[in-house]
């Protein structure tokens, strides 16, 4: 369950503007401020079905687009790429390494 | 039009995933197989204004993608930084130069 809430947290970060602004708020506030189901729904004044029938179909839009556009995979091979990067440039000696890594580090 | 053109190339590259099938068939025929619009539509038999429609409305849609996900921009923000990397690099003694360049341009 804690893994599958860091995927939707990313998914919904590469994907959120795909979204509408309804399903924007439903998940935000669940997988972003971790309100509950229910006080969603009371919030909106809602049942606690629909609201749980509009994040689950937007958990499925979100894997739709990752199936499709893959950023978060693609964002995962840079992170590898560039962690491997960090350890052939710490092989070396590399004068002002730390300003290297940190340009590197904006890559991901 | 070459900078449209080359600026189609790259939207068309990032989100051809999200277009129908007939958005694909045109825009890639138009844009990289660079068949005219009157070829296309004879070959589909519709109307070279069929055909002009189909794919305005699919550059718009593509240029819609770009302003929510920005995938163009980041990649060029990426390709900067890359660039901007390399010279950090080949302005110090860095042994196998190379190899560090390969993987870092295995970054864009």
């Keep these: 369950m804690i893994e599958k809430t860091i995927r ?11 979204l509408t602004e309804k399903q924007n708020q439903y998940m935000s506030m ?3 401020d971790d309100w509950s189901l ?3 729904a009371e919030y909106f004044d809602v ?28 964002y995962e091979g840079r992170r590898n790429q560039i962690a491997q990067l960090k350890k052939l440039l710490s ?10 890594i940190k340009e590197l580090e904006a890559l991901e």
């Design 30 to 32: 669940y997988y972003l």
């Design 47 to 74: 049942s606690r079905q629909a609201v749980y029938d509009n994040i689950r179909r937007t958990e499925l839009m979100l894997e739709e687009y990752e199936k499709k556009l893959g950023l978060l995979e693609k």
């Design 8 to 18: 939707m947290n990313y998914l919904y970060d590469f994907y959120h503007a795909l």
């Design 38 to 40: 229910g006080e969603i």
């Design 91 to 100: 092989e070396r000696s590399v004068p002002d390494l730390d300003v290297i």
